[in-house]
């Protein structure tokens, strides 16, 4: 016996729709999300009411069409239809630019009221190839627009508080204002994108939005919630693409190569970079082009393909030799020599190389301490500590592992954590050592904590 859906037809009622109005509109946004097969009637509507439950996406279709006729977002939730489809949804790269609005929207909202629900659904290794193709193909395919980026008061407050957010990551970690970007952007930068605009309007928008949606993904990502991370960084790449800004989307690319990369696939981290790299071919951003050769470096490192993983280096390093910061994206600031060095560490200690591994966490950790950067900082000294076992110096590696200790407690990141943890492995061949125990000891309090 079927249940009848009670929160459907309290919308439905209050909105004064009839069941056969709500099918036309429902056929409509079909239209828009290049569904043309989905074209219900009023009995179709009726079964609804009581109690079937629609095909994916048509509760999501329906939560579009009664957030147009309110004027605020409706979920699939609170049409009694669950959590839809959206979360899945949120993994595909639709060419509809409007179903890409609902999409982000819908998954805003339940980052901030379902967090759970999300949390516990696992990271795709493989979703990344086909948004990363679609995204370079349709890059290619556009011609650059002439005349100066449009100034709009709405464009430049989003574009304010992403400047906000960034600088409360890279000095804070991702884990403490994720939450509250998340809120931010389901209330105010969301709603937004769902308005009629000219074209060149809807660009500097989907910019904007685009920018701040992946720093909501790199902050899941740093705080550990890769799912999240992942859904929100493919949807940045969409809205990249809607704002034709290339090198917006190949810096999206670069987190998505990251995350693939950390989470045990270098040959997917890999091809997301080269990807981005390719993405590149008709604008300039030498920060960005630093950042993808950097990824491809660490990727190739862990592959064991050490002479082209120390030529990414060398091309990353070349690359950020022409960066006029003046002329850089905001988005650009992190990467910087205190992030390049910190990776470069990373490649090389990968690498078996503990000669340059000391030399660019050194020259990493000098930078991010001029900074006051704890969470770049405590990721060097990581490396730097596992240089020093890597020639079986455990003085030189505990006292850069107490460093790391005491920076990770400054911030909230899971990588940072990780990086802890990872030092824990590399201690065990000492066994018993005093050293050891001592580190061991600190570093259960701190993941306690």
Known sequence: MKTPNDKLAYLLKRSRMSRGELARRVKSKALQWNQPHISPDATRVRCWLEGETPRNPVPDILAGVFSDHFGFRVTTYDLGLGDGGSTDVALMYNPSYAATVEVVADLGRADVDRRKFLTATPFTAVAGVGPSRDWLLNTLDQEPEPGPRVRLEDVSAVKNMFTTFQRMDIFQGGGSGRLVLAEYMTQHVYPLLRRAHSDDVRHALCEAAAEQTYLLGWMAYDNGEHSIAQRYLIQSLRLAEESRNPALGAHVLAGMA??????????????????????????????????????????????????????????????????????????????????????????????????????????????????????????????????HLQRRDLDSAYAAGVRTLKLTRQVKSSRAVEAVQDLQKRMRPFGRHRLVADFNAQARELVAA
């Not at 988005?331 to 205190?338: E, Q």
Request: aromatic share 4%; with cysteine.
């Open 258 to 387: 990251d995350q693939a990369t950390l989470l045990g696939d270098p040959a997917e981290g890999r091809r997301l970079a080269q990807a981005g790299r390719q993405g590149l071919s008709r604008t300039t951003s030498p920060a960005c082009v630093a950042d993808l050769w950097c990824l491809e470096a660490r990727a190739l490192a862990l592959l064991g393909d050490k002479s082209s993983a120390a030529h990414a280096v060398v091309q990353s390093e070349r690359a950020y030799e022409r960066v006029n910061l003046d002329e850089e994206p905001d988005w650009a600031a992190f990467i910087d020599p205190a992030y390049l060095h910190g990776e470069h560490a990373n490649t090389f200690r990968d690498l078996g190389d503990a000669d340059a591994a000391e030399e660019h966490a050194r020259r990493s950790i000098a930078h991010a301490t001029m900074q006051k950067r704890a969470r770049r900082g405590a990721m060097s000294q990581a490396a730097l500590a596992v240089s």
